[in-house]
């Protein structure tokens, strides 16, 4: 069965303290991996797409990374405005055009 | 930029009422959703379509409905509102088939309470 798993739930770090989220997932075959940021009471805010292996983006502080297995997303010198949920979405070869499995989130709080 | 608007943040509606959501796209997407997102369950899709007048149903359409009768606008339906249906709802868009540009745009949601 596809499953994405984000790891940690919750995260507290200090203002300028560099961390790292994860997404585990388990599909038949990636077609792509998304990462949003959602604010409270909030959609869910596009940030990137992964496709393949080895394949890297950024913007800002923030920097995704994608292996077989998961991806990170890594954090930079975080700032308390990058306190939000960070959701985690793949979507399998062979699914339609409309499967995306999503992760339940890591809440991170970045306190001042 | 795209722009997903769904048409309230916030409803109060009573148990039984007939509840409609509504949701307009501008980037001329052929492919609309429904989702719904409840805490430690994260985002479950209930309805999606992919043209005009087409729909198929997601993970949960039970109690739902949906309307496509214009490209950009996406419509769900709660035919009889139950407190179970008390949610957040997001709709979201994205282009069609293609190796690239996979990604779906949300809107801001709309936080139901059925009581």
């Known amino acids: 069965e596809d499953q994405v798993t984000q790891s940690p739930e919750a995260l507290r770090l200090q203002e300028g303290e560099s961390s790292s989220l994860n997404c585990s997932y388990t599909v038949s075959g990636l077609r792509g991996l998304f990462w949003y940021r959602q604010d409270p009471g909030k959609g869910p805010e596009f940030l990137f797409t992964?496709?393949?292996a080895g394949e890297e983006k950024e913007k800002e502080r923030l920097k995704a990374t994608l292996t077989k297995k998961e991806s990170f997303l890594h954090i930079t010198a975080p700032k308390p405005e990058d306190s939000a949920t960070y959701l985690c979405?793949?979507?399998?070869?062979?699914?339609?055009?409309?499967?995306?499995?999503f992760g339940t989130g890591t809440r991170l709080k970045v306190l001042a | 930029d795209v722009k997903v608007t769904q048409s309230s943040r916030y409803l109060v509606k009573r148990t039984g009422e007939k509840v409609f959501l509504e949701c307009v796209q501008d980037?001329?997407?052929?492919?609309m959703f429904w989702y719904r997102q409840d805490p430690g369950l994260g985002l479950r899709l209930i309805y999606f379509s992919y043209d005009v007048k087409m729909k198929e149903k997601g993970d949960i359409p039970e109690g739902y409905s949906v309307s496509r009768e214009k490209k950009e606008r996406f419509s769900l339906i709660l035919e009889s509102a139950s407190t179970n249906q008390t949610s957040m709802y997001l709709c979201?868009?994205?282009?069609?088939?293609?190796?690239?540009?996979?990604?779906?745009?949300f809107g801001q949601g709309t936080r139901l309470t059925v009581v």
């Open positions: 979201a868009s994205r282009t069609g088939q293609g190796v690239t540009d996979t990604e779906a745009f």
């Open positions: 980037m001329d997407h052929e492919n």
């Open positions: 992964l496709y393949s």
């Open positions: 979405a793949v979507q399998a070869l062979g699914s339609g055009t409309y499967k995306y499995i």
